[in-house]
DNA sequence: TTGTATGCGTTATCAC
DNA sequence: GTGATAACGCATACAA
């Protein structure tokens, strides 16, 4: 069953009853000077007396655009992309614009397919926040797609739209201050390969390392990708390793906080004796039970770059690609402090103890009362 | 300047191709059973060889629905609302439609008009969440509006369709368990007014208070806004009452928070000389450190119970209004036990030290490191 | 300064 | 079974 059409006060209605033309009516309402003042003013007191406002759906028809941005982002329930598409959405609706939202879940195809469907519904940009841009598929699928722009991924080798954040720098600054506080040994938990953020931050680890002479050994970086589990393996690692680092730097505040937690079980205190910082400044870290130290995040921030960037493309025009870069903060919190002189000597996990570890200290939702 | 309209192949374009009329090659994309069989593969042959898809603005304008629709809630960054929508578009993106978001930020403005953009963009249904649905512009807005489907908010004497969760059941749970542990004085801090959820978080306590024959001092309910400020201050005020509550159940776990917190500083140890338990199980209450009980809030599967009753509403056309309750979980962690025996004597807060508290204890990102 | 005609891409109606 | 045409609501080029 179809929806029986609202019936819908048109231009044509206000036209008839001013006895003017449908285009008189319609210039008048977009500003042409061409209309006489008088006969503007009564068709303004006549739209506003109909409740008229012009259809956006023959408006978009008409013009090819529909004062729309399309948002592709891998999880929106992730409250970092949440602030991004809020600053976004603040400075898009204050222009006028709706923003359409499709949550990939770190699925290729879905990210092909949403960007496809949302080009097909002629959105005037493309909003992509740490999806998969890159491969034949994708460079095939931006020819025919409206003006793009990214953060949390560049896309090699294409011309586009970037805002971002200083990850190289935010790693520098976090490792100056481990430094001056007289830490030597810095671990690293890395991101995910194919986000160009988290090869920053790594590549931040790296120059600071050696330009602060720190201790270069390679068996101090792990990978990882920003998931809580891949961080507890990374942790465990990182500090099982026989001369084991007295800080550690996680790409992600997520891995930082089981960082945290996988030194508490091997009765390591903190930040006697390891210091942990982490990326993002996500929610939990500013609580006093975790008070992780962190390279804040600028999202909103992000979001309104974004929006701004996309009045200013649709304003003037075509110009050549930017590429932002936002500043970041160091949080301070209690999760960092100058290494224990002494050494302590501590019991370590052995793999059952990691697996029994990951089963029961954390509990998830699934572990309920009937 | 404008967009210069990409080149668009048309159905126009298909029909010529074949030496057929639009009209056909129309029927055939549609399944209508008027066209031959074997001109109808054809036909699909010729659009996937021009890679023909309909335009959906078109349709839209002609058929006056736009298989989208609208999400009307007061903040994308919050993580529960962000995975209600998650629920709800993998629902809907796999029917086809889209999602449009609007993030109004507690402000009944922007919801009225957001409400009104989305409906005059022809969007074919509105979702609100926790939203002011009530007024009398409400109400006239309501009559302009394509179905909606109510979340965490009812309309009082409007009958609109509402998906929501067993709220009261949750609190008569919680208090039930709590009792079973031999509480007998347990606290409770509210939610917003407005929000009929949190109201009927209230009943349920108030229900479970007379049938357990708990102590029902009205001293021992608290206002809060969900808000970690309002569980601070109402944790404060509990905590500091002659005889104290040895239990307390917080509307949302983030005042949850505020309250194990406030304990801590207080010198009581948890749960040995208070038990607490939240709402909503948001992420960091499943942390060690904080491991709050909690009645869970499911959310994503609120958010697929709006987008199936979205399709069987589309499907069915017109039909009461539904109402529909979810069942909810009560998450056992380490914030509750059985009240300690022993009378401890403890300090308490003075104006002075909570307010040095509150600026002192919670870093926010505000305190940076240049 | 105002009015008329046309097209945006699609689908429904009706004639063939 | 297929084809011509009108209509959805608007904005524009052009005529008056």
Not at 75 to 90: C, E, H, M, R, T
Not at 261 to 287: C, K, R
Request: one cysteine or more.
């Amino acid at each position: 069953m179809r929806n029986p059409r609202k019936p819908q006060v048109t231009i044509i209605d206000v036209a008839r009853e001013l006895k003017l033309a449908p285009s008189t009516v319609s210039n008048a309402l977009r500003g042409k000077p061409v209309v006489a003042e008088e006969t503007r003013k009564r068709i303004l007191a006549q739209c506003r007396a109909m409740n008229y406002v012009a259809s956006p759906v023959a408006r978009a028809l008409r013009e090819g655009r529909t004062f729309t941005v399309g948002v592709l982002l891998p999880d929106i329930a992730n409250p970092i992309f949440g602030d991004i598409v809020k600053g976004l959405d603040s400075v898009m609706a204050a222009s006028g614009f709706a923003t359409l939202l499709a949550s990939t879940e770190g699925s290729r195809e879905r990210f092909l397919s949403a960007a496809r469907t949302f080009a097909k519904r002629d959105v005037d940009a493309l909003v992509m926040i740490s999806q998969p841009v890159g491969g034949e598929e994708f460079e095939r699928l931006v020819e025919l797609c409206p003006p793009i722009v990214l953060t949390h991924r560049k896309a090699a080798g294409l011309d586009l739209d970037y805002i971002g954040m200083d990850n190289h720098g935010g790693s520098m600054a976090a490792l100056q201050h481990l430094a001056a506080l007289g830490h030597r040994r810095i671990g690293f938990i890395g991101g995910p390969e194919q986000s160009s953020a988290a090869q920053e931050r790594l590549d931040g680890y790296r120059q600071a390392v050696q330009e602060l002479s720190l201790d270069p050994d390679p068996a101090l970086v792990c990978p990882g990708d920003y998931t809580l589990m891949s961080g507890f393996k990374a942790a465990h690692h990182l500090l099982s390793i026989k001369k084991r680092p007295t800080a550690i730097l996680a790409a992600n505040d997520l891995m930082a906080c089981a960082v945290l937690d996988v030194a508490v079980q091997m009765e390591l205190t903190i930040p006697g004796d390891l210091s942990v910082i982490g990326f993002d400044d996500i929610f939990v870290s500013s609580f006093p039970q975790i008070a992780l130290s962190t390279i804040r995040q600028p999202a909103s921030e992000i979001g309104n770059a974004i929006g701004r960037r996309l009045i200013e493309r649709f304003d003037s025009g075509n110009c050549p690609a930017c590429h932002v870069v936002l500043p970041t903060q160091l949080v301070v919190r209690a999760s960092i402090g100058p290494p224990a002189r002494r050494k302590s000597t501590l019991g370590r996990f052995s793999e059952q103890d990691l697996n029994a570890y990951l089963q029961n200290r954390w509990k998830p939702t699934s572990q309920v009362h009937p």
